[in-house]
């Protein structure tokens, strides 16, 4: 029987139970609820561990209770979100803008924001290089959301943004462990969407001044109706980053394929890779509950190649 354990500002929370956290590769934060009599002052936003025997699976901040009509006898209901959380609520202090200055990395100015929210960022290897070259970039609107600013700026850059259970933010250009074969797999569910393909996918770039030819880039699926194409105008970066641009949009296509899986007392984590029916496929999100002891986890599988830029 697998031990789920749940610490609130570092003390062990002796009774709780409905426990899910809901998470996928690129997102900037996961979900997290659970129940207990405890009342916590959720205006302070308590620190929430979350250890499954042993292992850290949640590290985030509670945000809302449900407090229930006879709170001797019902529990109250918690929701968290991981550390990265606050970037999805907070715009940036006026004295942070202009956001860009000139010669100014993509990595500097995400990490300018993250040091400002408390947020630590790791940088994989593989998308150094990319991070550590100055960036023609828009400036945003002082309304525009922190998560967005990020967002926005690894897309661009065909760069994968993700986070882990610790709460880091993370940016790579390739997820997954080696792939395992995994034959035991029952109750799968199969969705296909190829109105998300296209036969090319082209980005146009910025016209530099003085300049009348507008550099294009695009990439391609040979085997869809040549007339599916799909085009999308370039809004930051110089001509380096057209073809990356593009690249991305077709790598994003392969979300729309997924295969589905429902596990019982075990457990994924985002970022495994297994060989499914022959097919290398990488856990992309998980629906995991956990109550009176019992587990169940809803495992979406997508082709590995999504995520290796």
């Given at each position: ?35 207990t ?11 929430i ?27 109250f ?63 945003q609107?002082?309304?525009?959301i ?123 984590n ?28 809803s ?11």
């Amino acid at each position: 029987m697998p031990k789920l354990e749940i610490k609130v500002n570092g003390e062990k929370l002796e009774y709780f139970n409905n426990v899910s956290l809901s998470t996928q590769i690129d997102a900037i934060s996961s979900s997290f609820r659970f129940n207990t009599f405890l009342d916590i002052q959720t205006y302070e936003f308590a620190k929430i561990e979350a250890l499954r025997d042993n292992v850290l699976i949640f590290t985030g901040k509670i945000f809302g209770k449900t407090k229930p009509d006879e709170p001797i006898s019902k529990p109250f209901n918690y929701k968290c979100y991981s550390l990265t959380g606050i970037l999805e609520d907070s715009t940036l202090p006026l004295e942070m803008y202009p956001i860009q200055t000139q010669n100014k990395t993509i990595k500097e100015i995400i990490q300018s924001i993250c040091d400002y929210f408390e947020i630590t960022l790791k940088v994989d290897s593989s998308a150094d290089s990319d991070l550590s070259k100055s960036y023609e970039f828009q400036d945003q609107s002082p309304d525009a959301i922190a998560a967005d600013i990020i967002n926005n700026l690894c897309s661009q850059n065909n760069l994968i943004l993700t986070h882990n259970a610790k709460g880091e933010l993370i940016i790579t250009k390739t997820i997954g462990t080696d792939a395992t074969l995994n034959s035991n797999i029952t109750g799968s569910n199969k969705s296909y969407n190829y109105r998300k393909f296209y036969r090319k996918y082209v980005i146009l770039g910025q016209q530099s001044i003085g300049n009348d030819t507008t550099k294009q880039a695009e990439s391609s699926f040979n085997v869809i109706d040549e007339k599916r194409n799909i085009t999308k105008i370039q809004m930051d970066g110089d001509s380096d980053i057209t073809k990356k641009q593009a690249d991305a949009l077709k790598y994003d296509s392969y979300k729309a394929n997924t295969y589905t899986i429902e596990l019982h007392d075990d457990f994924i984590n985002v970022g495994e890779k297994l060989i499914i029916n022959n097919v290398k496929s990488i856990c992309n999100a998980i629906t995991y509950n956990y109550k009176a002891g019992s587990e169940r986890c809803s495992v979406s599988f997508l082709n590995y190649k999504v995520y290796q830029r």
